[in-house]
């Protein structure tokens, strides 16, 4: 079978640990750069302190001697650059794309920025403020409070029990932890703990020695945590969450699944299971969301990550009243998953559709590069993704089956219901 991702790489490893993959993808005068910092929520295993690798996001942007803010922004506004930023549970990620010239540029300035980040209590007192109004807002919308209760009931030691913005109650007394942040910076912003992505117009050799004249004098100085295990849920547990003001209820039904796998079939049946049952293509979603039109809102979602995570459904139900209706179709569903022997054939139509749907997600450099940027965060190769889709060939229905019957078991289930506070 042809390898899912397409395109010729190179993947280097400096006396440092950085790694760098380098990507020619084709595409004319365009470069993008990725840089995955393999440190998220997961990482922030100490009470008191989550929130850490997402306030670093604002962090980093706050400068060195050598290129203040000012300066920084001038230099990208001249290349014409486009930036951003994001994090996750598992890994933090810089991002910029310009044209191939600016490219000696852009590596020095983000090599500086790496290794010699500087930044006085006020203005990471400024940064905590920021963080905490970003909470309140999000904390303005119910899916946001849903999911941070979710989780919270979800994984009793695992770091994963909170959010990437972190609990509030650590938001709010980040303002008084400024050397634990120069800490955290030091402990997890090394180079082998961080690979670094260059997609485009770019040649394998020059992109080399740039990044080694660059990047090469990074320290290394890794902190490795000891991250608990996610133990068992012991379930079924339920959550109740009320909103102060009038609002649609909530259905999300989340069953703890195992730890991303490229060797196992684990990961792609998960998948295939996601897109036959419950996505927008699923006889349920037909009839709850079409015909019925008694949710408004309705999905499953598979996300991959390092550690044991959750298969979550979401259902935003119209009629409260109708709540325990979705919940008993959900439910049916998933002992239908159990039992259903999937057609030949129209298993290989979803194996087709998800390929299909991937591959096009790379018809552009930041496209190709982005992508990359997750699945290296979880293996730290791109070969990651054609091992995957090795797997997604081999699923079988009864494979299919299995799987339902492992992990979507009542023991293994937490169900949260958002409703109006009366």
Same mark, same amino acid.
């Given at each position: 079978?042809?390898?899912?991702?397409?395109?010729?790489?190179?993947?280097?490893?400096?006396?440092?640990?950085?790694?760098?993959?380098?990507?020619?993808?084709?595409?004319?005068?365009?470069?993008?750069?990725?840089?995955?910092?393999?440190?998220?929520?997961?990482?922030?295993?100490?009470?008191?302190?989550?929130?850490?690798?997402?306030?670093?996001?604002?962090?980093?942007?706050?400068?060195?001697?050598?290129?203040?803010?000012?300066?920084?922004?001038?230099?990208?506004?001249?290349?014409?650059?486009?930036?951003?930023?994001?994090?996750?549970?598992?890994?933090?990620?810089?991002?910029?794309?310009?044209?191939?010239?600016?490219?000696?540029?852009?590596?020095?300035?983000?090599?500086?920025?790496?290794?010699?980040?500087?930044?006085?209590?006020?203005?990471?007192?400024?940064?905590?403020?920021?963080?905490?109004?970003?909470?309140?807002?999000?904390?303005?919308?119910?899916?946001?409070?849903?999911?941070?209760?979710?989780?919270?009931?979800?994984?009793?030691?695992?770091?994963?029990?909170?959010?990437?913005?972190?609990?509030?109650?650590?938001?709010?007394?980040?303002?008084?932890?400024?050397?634990?942040?120069?800490?955290?910076?030091?402990?997890?912003?090394?180079? $082998?703990?961080?690979?670094?992505? *260059? =997609?485009?117009? &770019?040649?394998?050799?020059? +992109?080399?020695?740039?990044?080694? %004249?660059?990047?090469?004098?990074?320290?290394?100085?890794?902190?490795?945590?000891?991250?608990?295990?996610?133990?068992?849920?012991?379930?079924?547990?339920?959550?109740?969450?009320?909103?102060?003001?009038?609002?649609?209820?909530?259905?999300?039904?989340?069953?703890?699944?195992?730890?991303?796998?490229?060797?196992?079939?684990?990961?792609?049946?998960?998948?295939?299971?996601?897109?036959?049952?419950?996505?927008?293509?699923?006889?349920?979603?037909?009839?709850?969301?079409?015909?019925?039109?008694?949710?408004?809102?309705?999905?499953?979602?598979?996300?991959?990550?390092?550690?044991?995570?959750?298969?979550?459904?979401?259902?935003?139900?119209?009629?409260?009243?109708?709540? $325990?209706?979705?919940?008993?179709? *959900? =439910?049916?569903? &998933?002992?239908?998953?159990? +039992?259903?022997?999937?057609?030949? %054939?129209?298993?290989?139509?979803?194996?087709?559709?998800?390929?299909?749907?991937?591959?096009?997600?790379?018809?552009?450099?930041?496209?190709?590069?982005?992508?990359?940027?997750?699945?290296?965060?979880?293996?730290?190769?791109?070969?990651?993704?054609?091992?995957?889709?090795?797997?997604?060939?081999?699923?079988?229905?009864?494979?299919?089956?299995?799987?339902?019957?492992?992990?979507?078991?009542?023991?293994?289930?937490?169900?949260?219901?958002?409703?109006?506070?009366?």
């Amino acid at each position: 079978m042809t390898k899912i991702f397409p395109f010729d790489y190179d993947q280097h490893d400096y006396p440092n640990g950085l790694r760098l993959i380098t990507v020619p993808t084709g595409f004319p005068h365009i470069v993008s750069l990725y840089i995955v910092v393999h440190v998220g929520s997961r990482n922030e295993t100490e009470a008191g302190k989550s929130g850490f690798a997402h306030l670093f996001e604002h962090m980093m942007f706050r400068g060195t001697a050598a290129y203040p803010p000012e300066r920084y922004e001038f230099v990208l506004k001249q290349a014409g650059a486009a930036q951003n930023a994001y994090t996750d549970d598992d890994l933090t990620v810089y991002h910029t794309t310009f044209t191939r010239e600016d490219l000696p540029q852009i590596l020095e300035m983000e090599a500086d920025r790496f290794a010699n980040l500087d930044y006085g209590e006020e203005v990471f007192r400024t940064e905590t403020r920021a963080v905490l109004a970003e909470y309140n807002k999000d904390s303005a919308e119910p899916f946001h409070l849903m999911h941070e209760k979710l989780r919270e009931a979800s994984f009793e030691r695992h770091p994963y029990q909170h959010t990437t913005m972190g609990f509030l109650r650590d938001i709010e007394r980040m303002p008084d932890l400024y050397e634990f942040s120069r800490q955290f910076h030091s402990r997890y912003y090394r180079p $082998e703990n961080t690979t670094m992505i *260059v =997609a485009g117009d &770019v040649d394998v050799a020059s +992109t080399r020695q740039l990044v080694e %004249a660059s990047w090469g004098g990074w320290k290394r100085g890794y902190f490795e945590d000891a991250i608990p295990d996610a133990l068992p849920l012991g379930g079924p547990k339920e959550v109740l969450v009320e909103w102060p003001s009038e609002t649609l209820p909530v259905l999300q039904v989340a069953y703890r699944t195992p730890a991303y796998s490229d060797t196992t079939v684990e990961s792609a049946a998960l998948d295939i299971l996601s897109y036959l049952y419950f996505s927008s293509s699923s006889a349920l979603y037909e009839e709850l969301v079409l015909a019925e039109q008694s949710c408004d809102v309705f999905f499953g979602m598979y996300a991959d990550h390092v550690d044991p995570y959750l298969y979550v459904v979401t259902a935003r139900v119209k009629e409260e009243s109708q709540v $325990e209706l979705v919940r008993r179709r *959900v =439910a049916e569903t &998933v002992e239908l998953m159990k +039992t259903e022997v999937v057609d030949a %054939a129209r298993l290989e139509t979803v194996k087709s559709h998800l390929r299909y749907g991937f591959a096009m997600r790379m018809d552009h450099t930041d496209g190709i590069a982005g992508l990359l940027a997750r699945y290296v965060a979880l293996k730290r190769s791109p070969e990651t993704i054609n091992r995957l889709y090795e797997q997604y060939a081999r699923v079988t229905a009864e494979d299919l089956q299995r799987v339902a019957r492992t992990y979507f078991v009542e023991e293994n289930r937490v169900t949260a219901q958002l409703r109006t506070k009366v």
